[in-house]
């Protein structure tokens, strides 16, 4: 295997192989104790997330695998004891399992589990393919990315770097490894344990060339094949096309809700990605009213998610108010519930946990800690609803909007502020188009602008089936948290038998977690939900504890297409063939919506679109009834 270095300058050096693979075989498993820590570790951190009951037993239309993550944790104590007899041959394989319980099983990348010693090494795909149905309704084929021409080769595509086309013709791809750390001073594993393994080291901070890397690939960092835009920054773009068919349509391009920030230049980046982000939503909505342009295809392919005040600026953009449809309900736990006191005394937008940013249902504060926490104890429906769970509330999006400006103010001092009063669109008139990529902060706005206002959605691609698709393909949970906005308290006064996490920057973990520029902490081990997210319908008496999370419910898109040969050469095939189903009167692919094929209702769940890839057995892996 080839090895390739990342440079702060995101050049690309070819190494030998002997590097990584001594670096990959050579950290011996240092003590079957220090990996035991490692693994209570993340079974206290992970013990009352939310999701843990109902990733080891999920309701029906949940589509992954079950999983359970505290029994996985106990498998993998359970083989470190088998150290002497063909347990874990190194520390990577130890980390490798681990890894694979917490951030590949679950299917949600706001849950896992992080050190450097597995975020050394990227190994970036040899080869790339598309699906291309021959008319966007025809069962799709694949096709390597580089070929896509006129006269493609299709492929059936094998678990090698070896693929063998349909013609016979074989196409072979060398694999390569992505250093990004230095690696120049290492002569063994042992030198590069020695600085990226152990828990009290300070050396410097492994995943700054991760940091560069992305800023320098950022695939939002330019529309490339796109026409040119009426504005645009480097993830948000609007477009007036032209031609008869876009007479009356206007698009919004939404890569992403947030820039990868360059880690030069990171002080200001909060507060000016959610001024740029406001600014080309805006002056696009106005400038697309101005031309009579009635109806909107908002774009969120390959959106990931972002900042949640990019989700406000374009949400109020289209629908003007001060409230987010949309309900977060926390896990009820001891430990919650002894920190909500220290917690809800923060009252600085620059220095809350989750619990300042939520208020009630009807806008107004919670009196206390207490009213939000509750527990909330309506009787369980339909599919049991595990645990007990705080109050229903709102975010508060006061909060959230002054957050980065507070903390980084801008030298205009600019603020943001809503310009209109009625929406410039009506929902009938707005149509989403995704490709299943869409998560975290674009579900959110899926969920909020399908939910409240009947928004539909056409999804494009997946595999090739006749049947639905959802249009939010990755985690539909609450924002991501770390440990590493939790307040500060004072520990003497913990009741006794209640564990707490450690004090996150005295506190030095068994290994060392990987940091920013903000210093190394043992917080940012594990990310999660902060909170269950719950469409919201306007009355909470209805919301009962067998209120199934979004994140756990099978929701398919209005409409589903195939990509086309032109809609991989050209963007704005795609926005015709997404306007033709909405608007034109176009059928959707057969079998994915109404036995009419026409785009309406919302396809149910059924047993054909399961996820028939499975991880096989290993820590915590369990089989669905």
Not at 155 to 180: H, M, Y
Request: with cysteine.
């Amino acid at each position: 295997m080839r090895v390739k270095v990342l440079t702060a300058a995101s050049s690309l050096i070819a190494l030998g192989a002997g590097l990584y693979q001594d670096a990959h075989h050579g950290l011996d498993l240092r003590s079957e104790e220090r990996c035991k820590q490692v693994r209570d570790q993340a079974a206290k951190l992970m013990a009352d997330n939310g999701i843990v009951e109902y990733l080891r037993d999920p309701p029906q239309g949940y589509l992954s695998e079950s999983v359970d993550l505290i029994r996985g944790l106990d498998d993998i104590a359970a083989k470190l004891k088998e150290e002497k007899r063909g347990g874990y041959a190194n520390e990577l394989e130890f980390l490798a399992n681990l890894r694979m319980l917490a951030n590949v099983r679950p299917r949600d990348f706001h849950l896992g589990h992080w050190t450097p010693l597995l975020n050394l090494f990227d190994f970036p795909m040899s080869a790339q393919s598309v699906s291309i149905s021959d008319n966007a309704l025809a069962i799709p084929k694949i096709y390597l990315y580089t070929y896509v021409s006129p006269e493609p080769f299709a492929l059936g595509l094998g678990d090698t770097t070896n693929v063998k086309c349909q013609n016979g013709t074989i196409f072979n791809f060398s694999n390569a490894a992505r250093l990004l750390a230095n690696f120049t001073r290492f002569a063994s594993g042992a030198d590069l344990y020695d600085v990226y393994g152990w828990g009290d080291v300070t050396d410097e901070r492994p995943l700054n060339a991760r940091f560069y890397q992305l800023a320098e690939r950022n695939h939002i960092a330019a529309f490339t094949g796109y026409p040119r835009a009426f504005k645009s920054t480097r993830h948000v773009a609007g477009f007036l096309p032209e031609g008869s068919e876009f007479s009356d349509k206007a698009v919004l391009a939404v890569n992403s809700f947030s820039e990868a920030p360059h880690p030069d230049h990171v002080d200001q980046s909060m507060s000016v990605q959610q001024r740029n982000f406001y600014q080309v939503v805006v002056d696009f909505t106005s400038a697309a009213k101005a031309a009579n342009r009635t109806k909107l295809v908002l774009d969120f392919q390959g959106n990931g998610g972002g900042l949640t005040s990019n989700i406000m600026a374009l949400y109020f953009a289209l629908f003007p108010g001060d409230t987010l449809p949309i309900l977060s309900q926390a896990r009820a736990h001891p430990q919650f519930a002894w920190l909500g006191k220290p917690v809800w005394d923060l009252t600085s937008f620059a220095s809350q946990w989750p619990l300042y940013d939520f208020v009630r249902p009807d806008g107004k504060p919670w009196s206390s800690f207490k009213e939000l926490y509750g527990p909330f104890l309506d009787a369980a429906a339909g599919h049991k609803r595990w645990g007990q769970h705080t109050h229903p509330a709102i975010i508060n999006t006061t909060s959230v909007l002054r957050f980065s400006t507070d903390l980084f103010p801008l030298p205009d001092g600019w603020q943001y502020r809503q310009l209109w009063n009625t929406p410039p669109f009506r929902p009938e008139d707005i149509i989403i188009v995704s490709d299943g990529q869409c998560g975290s902060a674009c579900a959110l706005t899926v969920t909020m602008l399908t939910h409240a206002h009947g928004v539909l959605t056409v999804v494009l691609g997946g595999r090739p089936l006749r049947a639905p698709m959802q249009a939010v393909g990755q985690t539909r949970g609450g924002p991501s948290m770390s440990f590493m906005l939790m307040p500060d308290f004072n520990r003497s006064q913990v009741p006794e038998g209640l564990t707490l996490p450690p004090d996150k920057f005295t506190y030095r973990p068994p290994l060392r977690v990987g940091g920013s520029q903000g210093g190394d902490s043992w917080a940012m081990t594990v990310t999660f939900n902060s909170v269950d997210l719950l469409p919201y319908k306007g009355n909470t008496s209805d919301l009962g504890q067998g209120e199934v999370p979004l994140q756990f419910r099978y929701e398919a898109a209005n409409c589903r297409l195939f990509y086309t040969w032109d809609m991989a050469r050209d963007i704005t095939a795609i926005w015709k063939a997404v306007a033709g189903v909405a608007w034109g009167g176009k059928k959707c692919a057969p079998g994915t919506t109404n036995a009419d094929g026409m785009m309406g209702g919302v396809p149910t769940y059924s047993k054909v679109v399961d996820d028939q890839y499975r991880l096989g057995k290993g820590a915590g892996a369990l089989d669905r009834k």
